[in-house]
């Protein structure tokens, strides 16, 4: 998930489904259909990210400064990139992330002595994956 600041001060967030790792100090992803995050970012450059494994339980959140790219060599090699990833969607820009923050993300059941993998068995279970 995506979280930016509005015009008026508010939070939105938007499911993502092509963040990639682009180096140690940068995240991206494809602005296919998320005029409202865009627009956010057009205003405040803000934006966090979390990245979650529903099974595990564990994840990631990136906070950082985010640029929307349309055009040039860096352009090109990212869309190039999901297009051999299979995706067929337009792609309207690339919202390139630099990670200011990261620190991980772990469920409370942690706490309580859950491993890992008894997690991932528990969940998979649950949606009978």
Known sequence: YVATISADNT???????TIMVLDESHLAFAHIHSPQTVENLKHNPSIEINVVDPFS?????????????????KFS????????????SSIKSIILVKIEKLSEILSPLYDLGYTEEELKTKWKKHYKF
């Open 57 to 73: 339980r564990r994840g990631y959140r990136f906070k950082g400064i985010a640029e929307i790219i349309s055009s040039g060599d």
């Open 77 to 88: 090699k990212i869309i190039s990139y999901y297009k051999t990833s299979g995706i067929k």
């Open 11 to 17: 939070p939105n967030l938007s499911p993502k489904g």
